[in-house]
């Protein structure tokens, strides 16, 4: 006969055991008790449980013990209360051991996030439509939540997904021949499409570079995912690319979109007092992040109007990471603001400590592939190894941004007349403009 005491416990789960029946507790795998089919619709089954149509983000985050560095995200296609059928582009077999997660709650740059997180093990593969991905289906071993209670970063990335472009204004300046464009929110948006002449990875840099620099709290516009459709570039003339063998159309499909301020203005000679800048240390934060990124342009501002103030806000980050190439040649003049007054009130390299500080102890390599999962595929290729080698490069680099500080400063010493080392004031040197 039962003793009382496991009754109660089958009774209620909020009853603590007893030290002698502590020793007697085996955990026992957590499952699913569970799916809502009623609210989702139920899939074709032939299984025990009743699968729910249920489109759910999950990530494949380990493979026969193997860590994913960039966690697949799955397309799936139906879900219960024990297992689930996904695709995914590659061929899992049969009895592999693997991990499945979703963020509950997410913080897309630093700390913050709950991830729900299951083992599993696939029980059997299937033949998939979609060319290069495989279909499986997974039994849910057991089920876990990863919490991360540290303090976020103080600022988040804003990026809206899967706008409309409604209407083409102008085209814009500049070597990715971007066009501006009314967008299905309201607001107006600087966008870049995928065969613009500087190469199909800008895009995705402008979306690594945007929300890297969001992380150092920098200034830089809001940025989206538009989708531009075939009708709206037929029926523009201006939508074209232009170059040395005519005219093309502009590539119809996902682009890049930057927030369009209409109350900006690009600086010309002697339009912009530097006095009215309200955040010009914000250049010694962009020089850092530059320096970090290898940003192989000199740096693009430009400055929103507030009656008698301006503020400056970066943009254009198409030529980080050596715009197509993904690599680093480092040379102490990339990066540069061409106005370079606005670094002749730094004395050292103290007036870079708040955004080195952030660099070097806030962000780390999760932070760095996290944010690595909201590129499109499309916009790299769809080539995870190259992203990966590019996240590690970024991490890596993290202690030497200092260094390469340093030798801009010593370098460049008619930008930084004021900026001292050991005591001494640096010495100038001719400040050609990097190529």
């Known amino acids: 006969m039962r003793t009382i005491s496991s009754v109660k416990r089958q009774l209620s ?4 055991p007893s030290p002698a029946e502590k020793t007697q507790i085996i955990r026992q795998p957590r499952k699913f008790l569970c799916a809502p089919a009623h609210a989702m619709g139920v899939a074709e089954d032939r299984r025990r449980g009743p699968r729910s149509c249920l489109g759910l983000p999950l990530r494949l985050a380990s493979i026969g013990g193997c860590v994913e560095t960039l966690p697949v995200t799955l397309i799936t296609k139906n879900i219960s209360s024990t297992g689930v059928y996904a695709l995914a582009p590659r061929v899992i077999a049969p009895g592999t051991a693997i991990e499945l997660e979703v963020a509950l709650m997410e913080q897309l740059l630093g700390p913050g996030s709950t991830v729900f997180r299951t083992r599993a093990h696939v029980v059997r593969t299937g033949v998939c439509e ?3 991905w495989s279909g499986f289906a997974a039994s849910f071993d057991d089920i876990d939540f990863q919490r991360d209670e540290r303090v976020p970063l103080a600022s988040q990335p804003q990026m809206t997904r899967n706008l409309l472009a409604v209407e083409c204004i102008r085209r814009m300046r500049g070597d990715s021949q ?3 464009m009314r967008c299905s929110d309201g ?5 870049k499409f995928q065969n613009n002449p500087q190469g199909l990875r800008v895009l995705a ?14 200034p830089v516009p809001k940025i989206a995912t538009i989708e531009v459709t075939e009708d709206i570039i037929r029926y523009s003339d201006d939508m074209v690319i232009q170059s040395g063998r005519g005219r093309e159309p502009l590539q119809a499909g996902l682009c890049f979109g930057s927030f369009f301020l209409r109350s900006c203005r690009e600086f010309v000679a002697n339009g912009v007092p530097w006095g009215t800048v309200e955040n010009s240390s914000d250049f010694f934060g962009m020089l850092v992040f530059d320096k970090w990124t290898c940003n192989t342009d000199a740096r693009q501002v430009v400055f929103a109007a507030d009656s008698s103030t301006h503020r400056a806000t970066m943009i254009d ?4 990471f050596n715009a197509g190439e993904w690599t680093f040649p480092d040379a102490p ?3 540069l603001c061409h106005h370079r007054s606005v670094y002749r009130t730094i004395t050292g390299m103290r007036d870079f400590d708040p955004w080195l500080e952030t660099l070097e102890q ?13 590129i499109p595929p499309e916009w790299y290729g769809s080539d995870r190894e190259a992203l990966g080698r590019l996240l590690c490069t970024l991490d890596r680099r993290r202690p030497f941004v200092r260094e390469l500080l340093q030798s801009t400063l010593r370098t460049c010493g008619d930008c930084f007349p004021n900026a001292a080392f050991d005591g001494a004031k640096s010495h100038g040197r001719d400040t050609q403009k990097a190529t």
């Open 13 to 16: 789960p909020w009853v603590v």
């Open 130 to 132: 979609v060319a290069g």
């Open 178 to 180: 971007s066009q501006l």
């Open 187 to 191: 607001n107006y948006y600087v966008v």
């Open 205 to 218: 840099n402008e979306v690594l570079g945007s929300l890297l620099a969001t992380s150092l709290d920098l």
């Open 317 to 320: 980050q198409g030529n980080c």
């Open 333 to 335: 003049l990339r990066g």
């Open 362 to 374: 806030r962000i780390d390599a999760a932070t760095l592939f996290r944010i690595g999962t909201l």
